[in-house]
Protein backbone atom coordinates (compact mmCIF):
# COMPACT_ATOMS: atom_id res chain seq x y z
CA UNK A 1 0.00 0.00 0.00
CA UNK A 2 0.93 3.37 -1.14
CA UNK A 3 2.38 5.57 1.87
CA UNK A 4 0.60 9.55 1.73
CA UNK A 5 2.80 11.77 0.95
CA UNK A 6 3.37 15.04 2.97
CA UNK A 7 4.99 18.24 1.50
CA UNK A 8 7.32 20.14 3.52
CA UNK A 9 5.86 24.05 3.71
CA UNK A 10 2.28 22.98 3.53
CA UNK A 11 -0.05 23.29 6.69
CA UNK A 12 -0.13 20.14 8.55
CA UNK A 13 -2.81 18.86 11.08
CA UNK A 14 -1.61 16.65 14.11
CA UNK A 15 -3.01 13.90 12.08
CA UNK A 16 -0.52 14.40 9.57
CA UNK A 17 2.28 14.64 11.83
CA UNK A 18 0.97 11.46 14.23
CA UNK A 19 1.54 9.83 10.51
CA UNK A 20 5.05 11.51 9.52
CA UNK A 21 6.09 10.31 13.61
CA UNK A 22 4.84 6.45 12.93
CA UNK A 23 6.76 6.12 9.71
CA UNK A 24 3.17 6.38 7.92
CA UNK A 25 3.71 8.79 5.44
CA UNK A 26 7.01 10.38 3.09
CA UNK A 27 7.86 13.58 2.94
CA UNK A 28 8.61 15.70 -0.25
CA UNK A 29 10.69 18.91 -0.89
CA UNK A 30 8.68 20.61 -4.25
CA UNK A 31 10.42 22.18 -6.44
CA UNK A 32 9.04 25.61 -5.52
CA UNK A 33 9.79 24.90 -1.79
CA UNK A 34 13.06 24.34 -2.45
CA UNK A 35 13.32 27.59 -4.63
CA UNK A 36 12.33 29.22 -1.57
CA UNK A 37 14.49 27.71 0.60
CA UNK A 38 17.35 28.58 -1.89
CA UNK A 39 16.63 32.53 -2.16
CA UNK A 40 16.75 32.95 1.34
CA UNK A 41 19.87 30.35 1.52
CA UNK A 42 21.89 33.25 -1.24
CA UNK A 43 21.18 35.79 0.69
CA UNK A 44 23.14 34.48 3.69
CA UNK A 45 25.56 33.68 1.48
CA UNK A 46 26.19 36.72 0.34
CA UNK A 47 26.61 38.16 4.00
CA UNK A 48 28.87 35.73 4.47
CA UNK A 49 31.11 36.05 1.83
CA UNK A 50 31.18 40.20 2.50
CA UNK A 51 34.22 39.67 4.63
CA UNK A 52 34.87 43.01 7.00
CA UNK A 53 32.82 44.83 4.95
CA UNK A 54 29.27 42.99 5.96
CA UNK A 55 27.63 43.98 9.06
CA UNK A 56 27.13 42.19 12.26
CA UNK A 57 24.69 39.81 11.69
CA UNK A 58 23.77 37.67 15.05
CA UNK A 59 25.02 34.09 14.45
CA UNK A 60 26.20 34.50 11.09
CA UNK A 61 29.28 36.39 11.54
CA UNK A 62 29.01 36.83 15.39
CA UNK A 63 29.50 34.60 18.65
CA UNK A 64 26.00 33.35 20.23
CA UNK A 65 23.52 34.59 23.28
CA UNK A 66 25.75 36.45 24.89
CA UNK A 67 28.46 36.35 22.65
CA UNK A 68 26.60 37.91 20.19
CA UNK A 69 28.62 41.07 19.67
CA UNK A 70 31.89 39.02 19.36
CA UNK A 71 32.43 39.12 15.46
CA UNK A 72 33.53 36.08 13.95
CA UNK A 73 36.24 35.78 11.06
CA UNK A 74 35.58 34.73 7.89
CA UNK A 75 37.47 31.52 7.75
CA UNK A 76 35.92 30.50 11.54
CA UNK A 77 32.06 30.66 10.33
CA UNK A 78 32.52 27.05 9.55
CA UNK A 79 33.85 26.18 12.64
CA UNK A 80 31.63 28.39 14.27
CA UNK A 81 28.58 26.31 13.59
CA UNK A 82 30.30 23.46 14.24
CA UNK A 83 31.26 24.07 17.84
CA UNK A 84 27.50 25.22 18.08
CA UNK A 85 26.39 22.26 17.64
CA UNK A 86 29.17 20.37 19.99
CA UNK A 87 28.99 22.84 22.81
CA UNK A 88 24.80 23.02 22.87
CA UNK A 89 24.21 19.14 23.06
CA UNK A 90 24.26 18.75 26.58
CA UNK A 91 20.62 17.13 27.02
CA UNK A 92 20.35 14.95 29.66
CA UNK A 93 18.07 12.23 31.01
CA UNK A 94 15.91 8.92 29.20
CA UNK A 95 16.39 9.10 25.21
CA UNK A 96 12.83 10.08 23.73
CA UNK A 97 10.73 7.84 22.01
CA UNK A 98 11.61 7.25 18.08
CA UNK A 99 7.71 8.70 17.55
CA UNK A 100 8.93 12.17 19.16
CA UNK A 101 12.56 12.21 17.55
CA UNK A 102 10.52 11.75 13.84
CA UNK A 103 8.17 14.37 14.72
CA UNK A 104 11.35 16.75 16.04
CA UNK A 105 13.01 16.26 12.15
CA UNK A 106 10.01 16.53 10.28
CA UNK A 107 9.52 19.92 12.12
CA UNK A 108 12.98 21.36 11.83
CA UNK A 109 12.84 20.64 8.31
CA UNK A 110 9.70 22.35 7.85
CA UNK A 111 10.66 25.54 9.83
CA UNK A 112 13.69 25.58 7.63
CA UNK A 113 11.20 24.83 4.45
CA UNK A 114 8.94 27.88 5.16
CA UNK A 115 12.03 29.86 3.75
CA UNK A 116 13.19 32.27 6.34
CA UNK A 117 15.86 30.35 7.91
CA UNK A 118 19.01 30.39 5.52
CA UNK A 119 19.64 26.90 5.88
CA UNK A 120 21.03 25.03 2.66
CA UNK A 121 18.00 22.62 1.08
CA UNK A 122 20.96 20.16 1.77
CA UNK A 123 19.99 20.02 4.91
CA UNK A 124 16.39 19.21 4.29
CA UNK A 125 17.43 16.58 1.43
CA UNK A 126 19.29 14.99 4.49
CA UNK A 127 16.35 15.17 6.81
CA UNK A 128 13.99 13.84 4.70
CA UNK A 129 16.23 10.64 3.87
CA UNK A 130 17.01 10.17 7.44
CA UNK A 131 12.94 9.89 7.84
CA UNK A 132 12.66 7.67 5.24
CA UNK A 133 15.82 5.61 5.98
CA UNK A 134 15.10 5.09 9.79
CA UNK A 135 17.94 6.97 11.31
CA UNK A 136 16.62 8.37 14.30
CA UNK A 137 19.42 10.67 16.56
CA UNK A 138 19.71 9.62 20.17
CA UNK A 139 17.99 12.57 22.15
CA UNK A 140 17.92 13.16 25.94
CA UNK A 141 14.36 14.30 26.84
CA UNK A 142 16.14 16.94 29.44
CA UNK A 143 17.80 20.40 28.83
CA UNK A 144 15.50 22.57 27.19
CA UNK A 145 13.56 25.40 28.91
CA UNK A 146 12.25 26.14 25.79
CA UNK A 147 13.96 29.97 25.40
CA UNK A 148 15.94 30.13 22.03
CA UNK A 149 13.75 27.23 21.50
CA UNK A 150 14.50 23.47 22.53
CA UNK A 151 18.65 23.99 21.94
CA UNK A 152 20.18 21.27 23.72
CA UNK A 153 17.75 18.42 22.16
CA UNK A 154 18.22 20.13 18.82
CA UNK A 155 21.75 20.07 18.88
CA UNK A 156 21.55 16.14 19.86
CA UNK A 157 19.71 15.88 16.52
CA UNK A 158 22.12 18.34 14.33
CA UNK A 159 24.72 16.09 15.35
CA UNK A 160 24.13 13.01 14.23
CA UNK A 161 23.72 15.21 10.49
CA UNK A 162 26.98 16.41 10.60
CA UNK A 163 28.34 12.47 11.61
CA UNK A 164 28.64 12.71 15.16
CA UNK A 165 26.31 11.81 18.27
CA UNK A 166 24.38 8.79 18.14
CA UNK A 167 21.45 7.41 16.63
CA UNK A 168 19.31 4.42 16.33
CA UNK A 169 19.48 2.56 13.00
CA UNK A 170 17.18 -0.70 12.60
CA UNK A 171 16.58 -1.29 16.32
CA UNK A 172 20.56 -0.72 17.21
CA UNK A 173 22.35 2.20 18.49
CA UNK A 174 25.56 3.42 17.19
CA UNK A 175 27.61 6.21 16.59
CA UNK A 176 25.98 8.68 13.81
CA UNK A 177 28.20 8.32 11.20
CA UNK A 178 27.87 4.77 11.52
CA UNK A 179 24.26 5.13 11.35
CA UNK A 180 24.28 7.39 8.14
CA UNK A 181 26.90 4.56 6.55
CA UNK A 182 24.27 2.05 7.10
CA UNK A 183 21.58 4.02 5.52
CA UNK A 184 23.50 4.96 2.57
CA UNK A 185 23.92 8.40 3.34
CA UNK A 186 26.89 10.91 4.18
CA UNK A 187 26.80 13.55 6.87
CA UNK A 188 26.83 17.42 5.84
CA UNK A 189 29.46 19.94 6.46
CA UNK A 190 27.48 23.02 8.19
CA UNK A 191 28.29 26.75 6.49
CA UNK A 192 27.27 30.47 7.91
CA UNK A 193 24.32 29.91 9.87
CA UNK A 194 23.26 26.71 9.26
CA UNK A 195 24.24 25.44 12.86
CA UNK A 196 21.82 27.67 14.22
CA UNK A 197 19.27 27.43 11.35
CA UNK A 198 18.96 23.49 12.96
CA UNK A 199 18.79 24.34 16.57
CA UNK A 200 17.03 27.37 17.47
CA UNK A 201 13.20 26.74 17.72
CA UNK A 202 10.33 24.80 19.45
CA UNK A 203 10.50 21.83 17.92
CA UNK A 204 10.72 19.43 20.83
CA UNK A 205 7.91 21.13 22.40
CA UNK A 206 5.99 21.05 19.64
CA UNK A 207 6.72 17.17 18.71
CA UNK A 208 5.80 15.97 21.83
CA UNK A 209 2.58 18.55 22.29
CA UNK A 210 1.27 17.84 19.43
CA UNK A 211 1.66 13.99 19.86
CA UNK A 212 -0.10 14.94 23.40
CA UNK A 213 -2.66 16.67 22.07
CA UNK A 214 -3.95 14.36 19.57
CA UNK A 215 -3.85 11.60 22.08
CA UNK A 216 -6.10 13.63 24.36
CA UNK A 217 -8.59 13.90 21.52
CA UNK A 218 -8.75 10.55 21.05
CA UNK A 219 -8.87 9.95 25.57
CA UNK A 220 -11.59 12.01 24.76
CA UNK A 221 -13.87 10.24 23.12
CA UNK A 222 -12.65 6.78 24.83
CA UNK A 223 -13.83 8.77 28.36
CA UNK A 224 -17.40 8.99 26.53
CA UNK A 225 -17.10 5.36 25.83
CA UNK A 226 -16.48 4.29 29.37
CA UNK A 227 -18.05 6.76 31.05
CA UNK A 228 -21.09 5.37 29.27
CA UNK A 229 -20.28 1.67 30.49
CA UNK A 230 -19.76 2.68 33.78
CA UNK A 231 -23.05 4.91 33.69
CA UNK A 232 -25.49 1.49 32.65
CA UNK A 233 -23.42 -0.89 35.30
CA UNK A 234 -24.56 1.86 37.61
CA UNK A 235 -28.30 1.97 36.62
CA UNK A 236 -27.61 5.92 35.57
CA UNK A 237 -29.85 8.07 33.38
CA UNK A 238 -29.37 9.54 30.18
CA UNK A 239 -31.97 12.81 30.88
CA UNK A 240 -29.38 15.16 31.21
CA UNK A 241 -27.74 14.15 28.17
CA UNK A 242 -30.57 15.85 26.15
CA UNK A 243 -30.06 17.92 23.62
CA UNK A 244 -32.43 20.90 24.88
CA UNK A 245 -29.95 20.99 27.64
CA UNK A 246 -26.90 21.43 25.84
CA UNK A 247 -28.20 23.92 23.58
CA UNK A 248 -28.94 26.54 26.58
CA UNK A 249 -25.30 26.27 27.69
CA UNK A 250 -23.78 26.27 24.24
CA UNK A 251 -20.35 24.66 24.71
CA UNK A 252 -19.11 22.83 21.60
CA UNK A 253 -17.49 20.47 23.53
CA UNK A 254 -20.46 19.64 25.64
CA UNK A 255 -22.67 19.04 22.64
CA UNK A 256 -20.40 16.68 21.28
CA UNK A 257 -20.05 14.65 24.47
CA UNK A 258 -23.73 14.95 25.22
CA UNK A 259 -24.32 13.61 21.70
CA UNK A 260 -22.10 10.63 22.03
CA UNK A 261 -23.43 9.69 24.87
CA UNK A 262 -26.93 9.28 23.46
CA UNK A 263 -26.04 7.28 20.63
CA UNK A 264 -24.00 4.92 22.78
CA UNK A 265 -27.20 4.27 25.38
CA UNK A 266 -29.42 4.50 22.59
CA UNK A 267 -32.20 1.45 23.17
CA UNK A 268 -30.47 0.26 27.04
CA UNK A 269 -32.80 -2.28 28.45
CA UNK A 270 -30.70 -1.30 31.68
CA UNK A 271 -32.02 2.15 31.42
CA UNK A 272 -35.36 0.63 30.60
CA UNK A 273 -35.59 -1.67 33.87
CA UNK A 274 -35.44 1.53 36.33
CA UNK A 275 -37.30 4.40 34.87
CA UNK A 276 -39.65 4.95 37.37
CA UNK A 277 -37.31 3.78 40.38
CA UNK A 278 -38.17 7.87 42.15
CA UNK A 279 -34.22 8.20 42.31
CA UNK A 280 -33.78 12.08 41.01
CA UNK A 281 -30.36 12.76 40.14
CA UNK A 282 -26.99 10.88 39.52
CA UNK A 283 -23.17 12.01 41.13
CA UNK A 284 -21.77 14.52 38.74
CA UNK A 285 -19.23 12.26 37.28
CA UNK A 286 -22.46 10.39 35.94
CA UNK A 287 -25.00 13.46 35.31
CA UNK A 288 -22.43 15.99 33.88
CA UNK A 289 -20.39 13.94 31.81
CA UNK A 290 -21.07 16.67 28.81
CA UNK A 291 -19.91 19.72 31.03
CA UNK A 292 -16.47 17.89 32.21
CA UNK A 293 -15.41 15.79 28.98
CA UNK A 294 -16.28 18.38 27.10
CA UNK A 295 -14.79 21.38 28.92
CA UNK A 296 -11.49 19.12 28.08
CA UNK A 297 -12.90 18.90 24.83
CA UNK A 298 -12.40 22.69 24.22
CA UNK A 299 -9.24 23.19 25.94
CA UNK A 300 -7.55 20.73 23.70
CA UNK A 301 -9.33 21.90 20.58
CA UNK A 302 -7.63 25.65 21.54
CA UNK A 303 -4.16 24.11 22.06
CA UNK A 304 -4.41 21.85 18.19
CA UNK A 305 -5.23 25.35 17.27
CA UNK A 306 -1.87 26.96 19.19
CA UNK A 307 0.54 24.28 17.78
CA UNK A 308 -1.03 23.71 14.25
CA UNK A 309 0.34 27.62 13.59
CA UNK A 310 3.47 26.72 14.99
CA UNK A 311 4.10 23.77 12.76
CA UNK A 312 3.16 26.67 9.91
CA UNK A 313 5.98 29.58 11.79
CA UNK A 314 9.41 30.02 11.13
CA UNK A 315 10.68 30.32 14.75
CA UNK A 316 14.49 30.78 13.63
CA UNK A 317 16.55 33.54 14.27
CA UNK A 318 17.89 35.74 13.05
CA UNK A 319 14.98 35.65 10.41
CA UNK A 320 15.71 36.27 6.50
CA UNK A 321 13.33 38.09 4.51
CA UNK A 322 13.96 38.17 0.52
CA UNK A 323 12.21 40.81 -1.75
CA UNK A 324 11.27 40.70 -4.97
CA UNK A 325 13.89 42.51 -5.80
CA UNK A 326 15.93 40.13 -4.38
CA UNK A 327 17.11 42.55 -1.13
CA UNK A 328 17.13 40.38 1.97
CA UNK A 329 16.88 41.87 5.59
CA UNK A 330 18.08 39.93 8.55
CA UNK A 331 16.08 40.68 11.58
CA UNK A 332 16.70 39.33 15.25
CA UNK A 333 13.49 38.79 17.29
CA UNK A 334 11.97 36.06 19.44
CA UNK A 335 9.69 33.54 17.20
CA UNK A 336 12.15 31.04 19.22
CA UNK A 337 10.77 31.57 22.41
CA UNK A 338 8.27 28.70 23.99
CA UNK A 339 5.98 30.88 25.88
CA UNK A 340 2.57 30.57 23.30
CA UNK A 341 2.82 26.72 23.58
CA UNK A 342 3.49 25.93 27.05
CA UNK A 343 0.60 27.86 28.39
CA UNK A 344 -1.22 25.79 25.75
CA UNK A 345 0.06 22.87 27.28
CA UNK A 346 -0.30 23.33 30.59
CA UNK A 347 -3.80 24.28 29.81
CA UNK A 348 -3.72 20.76 27.91
CA UNK A 349 -2.46 18.76 31.20
CA UNK A 350 -4.75 20.73 33.33
CA UNK A 351 -7.76 19.33 30.98
CA UNK A 352 -6.56 15.93 30.12
CA UNK A 353 -6.14 15.24 33.53
CA UNK A 354 -9.90 16.13 34.55
CA UNK A 355 -10.72 12.90 32.07
CA UNK A 356 -9.21 10.73 35.06
CA UNK A 357 -10.15 12.78 37.80
CA UNK A 358 -14.42 11.90 36.81
CA UNK A 359 -12.94 8.54 35.78
CA UNK A 360 -11.69 7.60 39.20
CA UNK A 361 -14.82 8.74 40.85
CA UNK A 362 -17.02 6.55 38.41
CA UNK A 363 -14.69 4.00 39.66
CA UNK A 364 -15.45 4.55 43.34
CA UNK A 365 -19.06 4.55 42.63
CA UNK A 366 -18.77 1.04 40.88
CA UNK A 367 -16.74 -0.62 43.55
CA UNK A 368 -18.63 1.07 46.52
CA UNK A 369 -22.00 -0.55 47.94
CA UNK A 370 -23.64 2.09 49.12
CA UNK A 371 -23.34 3.62 45.75
CA UNK A 372 -23.41 1.31 42.99
CA UNK A 373 -27.24 0.25 43.42
CA UNK A 374 -26.88 -2.74 44.27
CA UNK A 375 -23.93 -4.42 43.14
CA UNK A 376 -21.88 -6.48 45.82
CA UNK A 377 -18.79 -4.95 47.00
CA UNK A 378 -16.13 -4.16 44.74
CA UNK A 379 -17.86 -6.47 42.38
CA UNK A 380 -16.44 -9.40 43.47
CA UNK A 381 -18.42 -12.92 43.01
CA UNK A 382 -18.40 -14.39 46.70
CA UNK A 383 -17.15 -10.50 48.61
CA UNK A 384 -15.20 -11.91 51.65
CA UNK A 385 -13.24 -14.48 50.22
CA UNK A 386 -12.50 -12.50 47.01
CA UNK A 387 -11.72 -8.69 47.18
CA UNK A 388 -12.31 -7.88 43.37
CA UNK A 389 -11.51 -4.83 42.37
CA UNK A 390 -10.82 -2.79 45.42
CA UNK A 391 -7.28 -2.20 44.57
CA UNK A 392 -8.03 -1.34 40.82
CA UNK A 393 -9.21 1.86 42.24
CA UNK A 394 -6.59 2.64 44.25
CA UNK A 395 -4.49 2.06 41.65
CA UNK A 396 -6.33 4.72 39.58
CA UNK A 397 -6.51 6.84 42.64
CA UNK A 398 -2.65 6.75 42.95
CA UNK A 399 -2.49 8.19 39.15
CA UNK A 400 -4.63 10.82 39.89
CA UNK A 401 -3.03 11.71 42.70
CA UNK A 402 0.36 12.22 40.46
CA UNK A 403 -1.17 14.17 37.70
CA UNK A 404 -2.38 16.80 40.34
CA UNK A 405 1.41 17.18 41.17
CA UNK A 406 2.11 16.81 37.34
CA UNK A 407 -0.96 19.56 36.10
CA UNK A 408 1.39 22.42 38.63
CA UNK A 409 2.13 24.96 35.36
CA UNK A 410 5.59 24.83 34.12
CA UNK A 411 5.31 28.07 32.59
CA UNK A 412 4.61 30.11 35.23
CA UNK A 413 8.55 29.17 35.77
CA UNK A 414 11.44 31.14 34.73
CA UNK A 415 15.10 30.65 35.58
CA UNK A 416 17.02 33.71 33.16
CA UNK A 417 20.15 31.93 31.55
CA UNK A 418 23.21 33.11 29.14
CA UNK A 419 24.74 35.38 31.08
CA UNK A 420 21.43 37.17 31.90
CA UNK A 421 20.84 37.52 27.97
CA UNK A 422 17.87 35.37 27.93
CA UNK A 423 16.27 36.84 31.00
CA UNK A 424 12.67 35.12 30.66
CA UNK A 425 12.67 31.32 29.82
CA UNK A 426 9.20 29.43 28.84
CA UNK A 427 10.23 26.23 30.56
CA UNK A 428 8.11 24.65 27.80
CA UNK A 429 9.76 21.39 26.60
CA UNK A 430 8.55 20.25 30.47
CA UNK A 431 5.11 21.65 30.17
CA UNK A 432 4.89 18.95 26.66
CA UNK A 433 6.64 16.13 28.57
CA UNK A 434 4.14 16.53 31.70
CA UNK A 435 1.46 16.84 29.66
CA UNK A 436 2.24 13.32 27.77
CA UNK A 437 2.85 11.97 31.41
CA UNK A 438 -0.88 13.12 32.29
CA UNK A 439 -2.24 11.51 28.93
CA UNK A 440 -0.47 8.02 29.95
CA UNK A 441 -1.90 8.17 33.26
CA UNK A 442 -5.33 9.08 32.41
CA UNK A 443 -5.24 6.52 29.63
CA UNK A 444 -4.54 3.84 32.51
CA UNK A 445 -7.27 5.10 34.88
CA UNK A 446 -9.61 4.69 31.85
CA UNK A 447 -8.89 1.09 31.07
CA UNK A 448 -9.03 0.60 34.63
CA UNK A 449 -12.60 1.88 34.07
CA UNK A 450 -13.47 0.50 31.03
CA UNK A 451 -12.37 -3.00 33.21
CA UNK A 452 -14.18 -2.53 36.17
CA UNK A 453 -17.56 -1.36 34.23
CA UNK A 454 -17.33 -4.53 31.99
CA UNK A 455 -18.00 -6.60 35.33
CA UNK A 456 -20.78 -4.15 36.40
CA UNK A 457 -22.40 -4.72 33.21
CA UNK A 458 -21.69 -8.59 33.27
CA UNK A 459 -23.46 -8.41 36.64
CA UNK A 460 -26.42 -6.69 35.20
CA UNK A 461 -27.36 -9.42 32.56
CA UNK A 462 -29.63 -10.53 31.27
CA UNK A 463 -30.19 -6.92 31.22
CA UNK A 464 -28.56 -5.11 28.17
CA UNK A 465 -26.97 -1.52 28.43
CA UNK A 466 -27.66 0.55 24.98
CA UNK A 467 -26.08 -0.42 21.58
CA UNK A 468 -23.07 1.26 21.88
CA UNK A 469 -21.83 0.21 25.55
CA UNK A 470 -23.08 -3.32 24.39
CA UNK A 471 -20.55 -3.64 21.74
CA UNK A 472 -17.84 -2.13 23.58
CA UNK A 473 -18.45 -4.21 26.05
CA UNK A 474 -18.47 -7.20 23.89
CA UNK A 475 -14.96 -6.13 22.05
CA UNK A 476 -13.48 -5.66 25.58
CA UNK A 477 -14.78 -9.81 26.99
CA UNK A 478 -12.70 -10.31 23.57
CA UNK A 479 -9.57 -9.91 25.61
CA UNK A 480 -10.21 -10.03 29.45
CA UNK A 481 -12.55 -12.45 30.68
CA UNK A 482 -15.44 -11.65 33.43
CA UNK A 483 -13.93 -11.89 36.69
CA UNK A 484 -15.14 -15.33 38.65
CA UNK A 485 -12.62 -15.64 41.15
CA UNK A 486 -9.61 -13.16 42.50
CA UNK A 487 -6.61 -12.93 39.66
CA UNK A 488 -3.83 -11.02 39.40
CA UNK A 489 -5.11 -8.41 37.19
CA UNK A 490 -2.03 -6.50 36.04
CA UNK A 491 -2.10 -8.52 32.87
CA UNK A 492 -6.26 -7.53 32.30
CA UNK A 493 -4.79 -3.69 32.87
CA UNK A 494 -2.35 -4.02 30.88
CA UNK A 495 -4.50 -5.42 28.17
CA UNK A 496 -7.00 -2.81 28.49
CA UNK A 497 -4.31 -0.10 28.19
CA UNK A 498 -3.65 -1.59 24.72
CA UNK A 499 -7.51 -1.46 23.83
CA UNK A 500 -7.73 2.46 25.08
CA UNK A 501 -4.13 3.27 22.70
CA UNK A 502 -5.82 1.50 20.03
CA UNK A 503 -9.22 2.32 20.10
CA UNK A 504 -10.89 -0.37 19.84
CA UNK A 505 -13.89 0.25 22.66
CA UNK A 506 -14.42 3.65 20.23
CA UNK A 507 -14.34 1.49 17.51
CA UNK A 508 -16.51 -1.23 18.14
CA UNK A 509 -18.87 1.28 19.63
CA UNK A 510 -18.77 3.38 16.21
CA UNK A 511 -19.62 -0.08 14.09
CA UNK A 512 -23.28 0.07 15.63
CA UNK A 513 -23.68 3.89 16.54
CA UNK A 514 -21.79 5.78 13.55
CA UNK A 515 -18.97 8.26 13.88
CA UNK A 516 -18.82 9.43 17.32
CA UNK A 517 -16.94 12.99 17.76
Known amino acids: MTRPQVRLGDAISLETLDLVARGDATVVLTDEVRARIDRARAAVDRLADGGDRAPNVYGVNTGFGALAETRIAHDQIRALQRNLVRSHACGVGPLLPREAVRAMMFLRAQTIAMGNSGARA ?24 GASGDLAPLAHLALVLIGEGEAEHQGAIMPGHEALAAAGLTPVELEAKEGLAMINGTQLITAIGALAVLRGERLCTNADVVGAMSLEALKGTGRPFDPRVQQVRPHPGQATTAANLRALLEGSAIMESHRDCGKVQDPYSLRCMPQIH ?35 DFVSGGNFHGQPLAIALDTAAIAIAELANCAERRLEQLVNPAMSSGLPPFLAPRSGLDSGFMMAQVTAAALVSENKVLCHPSSVDSIPSSAGKEDHVSMGSISARKCMQVAEHVRTVLAIEAMVAAQGLDLRLPLEPGVGVRAAHVALREHVPTLVEDRVLHPDILRCCELVDRGVLVTAAERVVGRLS
Not at 127 to 139: N, Q
Not at 298 to 321: C, G, K, T, Y
Open 294 to 328: GATRDALAWARQVIEREIVASVDNPLVFVDERGEA
Open 122 to 145: KIVDLVIAMLERGVHPCIPSQGSV
